[in-house]
């Protein structure tokens, strides 16, 4: 029988555009999910830009205004890759219109917002997934199954890291992601939302935190809206920098692990250090993006004299995903965990099966931002909501 086909549109094309716009077209080559995807339509404001995007990515035709795309019939999927604030108005007028819906992190600006989103989900009945896409690598899934089947014996410490150095330098302008009203939060929601999201993952939800949130540069050169790292400035005029560029917060797990976590835009030297450590009273893992298809496993039980961390390349054929790649050894990268969610995502609308991270696990992630927030507001513990 001829696979199924899925027609997408996407709405932004920069960034994570050409991320997911890589993923669809790699994912048949090494996934037999039942599901094609079919670059159906792609959404921006700029007909030029839009146009060159649909034609370098490979969409079949393109729309300059979101809400054209979501009426047309001949749209199973609405992918968004646009900021923050744009999320909950497009995932909502999808999932009305009977849309599929694939949403980047974090899911919204507000708890407020990501409530209304997964109800719009919910009453449409239709499927729709948070770009976490860090738990898709295999290394990590690999962890999970350490950690569920009980390798690591009782869990007592989460250690988590998301380190960048990409605005250090003063004079970088005042992108999207550094203004409040568009992007949320700064360091925390844009990459400790994805520490966040690796902590749930791998040991449980967060009960409580305290944290703390800090500013360093507080005024910078306006510039162009582009979030890249080659944003032009306006060398005449200056703004308010309103989000935070780090924050660090310690947290109890819901079965009594202690989490450390930071998120900082201001680590010399790291450009993209997303690591977590988790430590049992069996043992312990440990994963480092930038080196991400190895795993550190320490074991207590191993024999005095050849204890240590070992480096387990999670490229075999055991390793969850690996097995759909290359033969062991022949490592995959960042672009590879797009098409692993993809992958998992479509065979869940195949299946019927659950899917997550879903729009409930983006809602929670939205309330322990939140009360990391009014944490450091509040020089205060903070209990988070459980959904
Ligand atoms: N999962 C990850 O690893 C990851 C990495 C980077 C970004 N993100 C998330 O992806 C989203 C997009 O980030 P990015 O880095 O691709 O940003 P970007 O600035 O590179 O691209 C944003 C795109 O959205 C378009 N856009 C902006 N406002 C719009 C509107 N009102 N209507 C239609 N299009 C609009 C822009 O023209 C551009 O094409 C954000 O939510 C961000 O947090 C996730």
Request: hydrophobic share 40%; with cysteine; net charge negative.
């Amino acid at each position: 029988m001829a696979p199924r086909e899925l027609r997408i549109g996407m709405v932004g094309y920069k960034f994570m555009g050409k991320a997911h716009s890589h993923a669809y077209r790699d994912l048949p080559f090494f996934f037999d999910t039942g599901v094609t995807p079919v670059m159906t339509a792609i959404a921006g404001r700029d007909e030029a830009g839009v146009r060159a995007a649909a034609e370098q990515f490979g969409f079949a035709s393109c729309e300059t205004d979101w809400r054209r795309l979501i009426e047309r019939d001949d749209i199973d999927v609405v992918d968004i890759v646009t900021p923050n604030n744009t999320h909950a108005e497009i995932a909502i007028a999808a999932a009305k219109a009977g849309k599929h819906i694939i949403c980047e992190k974090p899911l919204a600006l507000t708890v407020d917002q990501a409530k209304q989103m997964r109800d719009a989900v919910n009453e449409a009945g239709v499927r729709a997934i948070v770009c976490h896409n860090y738990r898709f690598s295999p290394a990590i899934q690999y962890a999970k199954q350490l950690i569920s089947s009980g390798k690591l014996g009782r869990i007592y410490h989460v250690r988590a890291q998301y380190l960048q150095d990409w605005i250090m330098d003063p004079e970088f302008p005042l992108v999207w992601r550094l203004r409040k009203e568009v992007t949320g939060s700064g360091a925390l929601g844009d990459i400790g939302a994805h520490i966040i999201d690796l902590g749930r993952f791998l040991v449980g939800e967060i009960t409580d935190l305290t944290a703390t949130m800090e500013t360093f540069i507080k005024e910078r050169p306006l510039g162009e809206m582009s979030g890249g790292l080659n944003a032009k400035k306006d060398v005449n005029a200056t703004g308010i920098v309103d989000v935070d560029d780090a924050a660090a917060w310690l947290a109890h797990f819901d079965q009594g692990a202690l989490g450390v976590f930071e998120a900082t835009r201001f680590a010399a030297g790291n450009r993209n250090g997303n690591r977590i450590e988790v430590n049992g009273e069996k043992g312990s893992i440990r994963w480092d993006l930038e080196n991400m298809n190895n795993l550190q496993v320490y074991l207590v039980d191993d024999a005095p004299g050849l204890q240590g961390f070992r480096t387990i390349n999670c490229t075999e054929e055991q390793h969850p995903f690996a097995g759909a790649y290359w033969p062991a050894g022949h490592i995959i990268g960042y672009e590879h965990t797009f098409i692993n969610l993809f992958a998992t995502f479509f065979q869940s609308i195949v299946d019927g099966t659950e899917c997550k991270p879903d729009f409930e696990d983006g809602l929670q992630n939205e309330r322990v931002l939140a009360a990391i927030e009014q944490s450091s507001e509040r020089g205060q513990w903070v209990q988070v909501t459980q959904g």
